[in-house]
């Protein structure tokens, strides 16, 4: 039987390093959905029409290492506007949720639109600075040399993009744990996030 976390939350609010720490604890498959957006938006930059791009979506594009640049993120996060190309990747990503192993899924609206019926939801959030002070340090400790003003600027541009858009915009299910990890360190929020997964697995029993 399938077991399906669904982790949601806006840009560098540490979604990425809970999901990887959830599915390992727990034997759990995980998608960073996230990166179907950056592939589609990385195919998009390189001149392909947003919805084709999505359709002809292959698991090898995701294996890229371009697809954490800044501009590819944008980009992503303009195409995932489209709502074409996010029903282009609905199937992919409920398929994967019903892995036999258990499935973390780490996106946007995984808890909300592609997995309404997760065993359990997590929504990982921080305020904008913290989440920008966070991406400042790992973009430039990546020797991507981009001044914190403007790394700022890109966390709440899209923010507001992922909000704001009329499709599965960024917003918690009404029955997801929220975990603010402003003042967290890594493993509180790691330990805060197994730990709800544990209590829903126990009390499906
Ligand atoms: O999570 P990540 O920063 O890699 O996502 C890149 C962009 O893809 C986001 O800004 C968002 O616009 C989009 N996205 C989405 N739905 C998801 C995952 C990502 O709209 N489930």
Redesign the pocket.
Known sequence: MSFTVAIDGP?AAG?GTISKAVAAHFGFAHL???????AVGAKVLAGAEPIAAARALDPVDLESDDLRTPAV?QA??EV?VNAGVRAELIEFQRKFSMRPEGAVLD????GTV?CPDADVKLFVTASAECRAERRFKELNGKGHDVPYEQVLADVKA?DA??SGRAT?PLIAAYDAVTIDTSDMTIDAAVSAAIGAVERAKNAIG
């Open positions: 840009a979604k960073d959905t996230g990166l179907l957006y950056r993120a992503a996060s995932a996106g946007r609206d995984i592609i899209r993009r992922d599965a």
